[in-house]
């Protein structure tokens, strides 16, 4: 068990290093779709994370902002400002539509 321990924690810190939010995410807004309307769609944007680590099922909030520091990132990549839920957590991994809102 002792030889378990390093490892679930070397593996849970190597799950949170790309979490670094991209200069310009925290202007990214998450929007409902009838938010979206009269916006421009730009693209979609798929984020995953580790939803499980040495067996152990995480947090459920957690990952889910997780997925959205990484969608938001995306988003700036991409030239967008908004962005909507497209699905709900599977396996870690969720799906967010890239709006641009602000012209």
Do not use: H, W
Not at 54 to 64: C, I, K, Y
């Amino acid at each position: 068990m002792k030889a378990i321990l390093p490892l679930i924690v070397s593996v849970t810190l190597l799950g949170c290093a790309n979490l670094t939010p991209a200069p310009g995410s925290d202007a990214v807004r998450l929007i409902d779709a009838a938010q979206a309307d009269g916006c421009r769609r730009i693209g979609s944007a798929n984020a995953q994370v580790a939803d499980r680590i040495a067996f152990v099922e995480r947090n459920e909030e957690t990952v889910a902002e997780e997925l959205l520091v990484l969608a938001k990132n995306e988003a700036v990549r991409l030239g967008g400002d908004s962005l909507v839920i497209d699905g709900a957590i599977k396996f870690g991994s969720r799906r967010f539509l890239v709006y641009r809102c602000q012209e």
